[in-house]
């Protein structure tokens, strides 16, 4: 069972900037996607990007272009790196990850997540 620990969220300004960090532990190596998912208060979770182990990279259409997805196999994490951030991006942002599954499909079905983490908060004012 692979254990998920985000860190990073914090809050900023709307136009500001924020890197999410997500560790697995024990490691990365058995994984087929990493996916931050986020859930904006009174609001369902929805899946804003994925990454597969062979690098392919899938975003929401509300982040694309601000938001970059990458990943650290010699340290096991996964960063989440969100530019030009918005009022509404503010939510709880979740890593996610499975051992089989493609991530675009993972971020449009969060049933079939495998593990998920406990979430950090980012929030943007205006």
């Known amino acids: 069972q692979v254990h998920l620990m985000e860190s990073g969220g914090d809050s900023v300004r709307s136009g500001g900037s924020l890197r999410l960090s997500c560790t697995a532990s024990p490691y990365t190596a058995n994984l087929a996607y990493m996916a931050w998912f986020r859930q904006p208060p009174g609001k369902e979770r929805e899946g804003v990007a994925s990454?597969?182990?062979?690098?392919?990279?899938t975003y929401s259409p509300s982040v694309k272009g601000r938001f970059t997805i990458s990943q650290d196999d010699a340290k096991n994490t996964v960063y989440l790196q969100m530019n030009d951030l918005k009022p509404e991006d503010t939510a709880m942002y979740y890593c996610?990850?499975?051992?089989?599954?493609?991530?675009?499909?993972?971020?449009?079905?969060?049933?079939?997540?495998?593990?998920w983490g406990q979430g950090t908060l980012v929030g943007v004012a205006s």
């Open positions: 990454i597969d182990s062979d690098g392919t990279t």
């Open positions: 996610a990850a499975g051992t089989s599954g493609a991530g675009w499909f993972l971020l449009i079905n969060p049933n079939a997540v495998d593990a």
